[in-house]
């Protein structure tokens, strides 16, 4: 994506969307243009984000780039070399706020900022810093996927477990991308990992006692 500024001045790009809507991939294509046109280009993911490889971001059709791996958001302006011309990060929604004001700042000094994350949660509410994101950012894309049940497009995030951390690292054996009327934000898998309503239970069995 071409951004024609005016000045010699850096910008932020958001690429957001739900599970499996080629939000790395894309993130890896511009990267990539990036490396051809000679510009130099460094790379961020949160620690956490260990599913298919510890050193590389990697696309669910299985891209890769190499990519250093931080604990925290302020280890990237810690880690930004001199002469680096393009940041991208992927899997921003795992950052906490403080990742909005850097990318801030090395918009400022003139870098251009490639930012991908999840913009919803399992829940279907905004994720993390990546709502702040897409409000100071110069360009926005939101991918969509295809629905697993439907075969509609799919704007949301399907958790299939009854885990219910917000944060659960995982790809297909966890999510499936879903549009609106297919998504349960409460489904969980099989009746025999359902929460146990103790109340009912309790009601149900006081019924069949008094009766």
């Known amino acids: 994506m071409f951004i024609n500024q005016g000045r010699h001045s850096g910008w932020i790009e958001v690429v957001c969307g739900p599970m499996f809507s080629g939000k790395t991939e894309e993130l890896i294509r511009r990267l990539r243009l990036s490396l051809i046109a000679k510009q130099r280009v460094q790379i961020f993911k949160p620690v956490t984000d260990n599913r298919y490889s510890e050193e590389h971001i990697v696309s669910h059709d299985d891209q890769k780039f190499l990519c250093t791996p931080v604990s925290e958001s302020s280890e990237i302006l810690e880690k930004i070399r001199e002469h680096t011309h393009v940041i991208g990060v992927d899997e921003a929604q795992f950052f906490d706020g403080e990742i909005v004001d850097i990318c801030q700042v090395l918009a400022n000094r003139g870098r251009r900022v490639i930012v991908a994350g999840l913009d919803q949660d399992y829940l279907g509410v905004p994720f993390g810093p990546i709502p702040e994101l897409m409000a100071i950012a110069e360009s926005v894309l939101k991918l969509k996927a295809i629905c697993m049940v439907c075969g509609g497009l799919a704007t949301k995030t399907q958790r299939l477990t009854a885990e219910t951390k917000?944060?659960?690292?995982?790809?297909?054996?966890?999510?499936?991308?879903?549009?609106?009327?297919?998504?349960?934000?409460?489904?969980?898998?099989?009746?025999?990992?359902?929460?146990?309503?103790?109340?009912?239970?309790?009601?149900?069995?006081t019924r069949q006692i008094s009766g």
């Open 166 to 205: 917000q944060v659960l690292v995982g790809a297909k054996d966890h999510y499936e991308a879903r549009c609106r009327a297919c998504f349960d934000p409460e489904l969980a898998v099989g009746e025999d990992d359902r929460p146990i309503d103790t109340a009912k239970n309790t009601d149900s069995v």
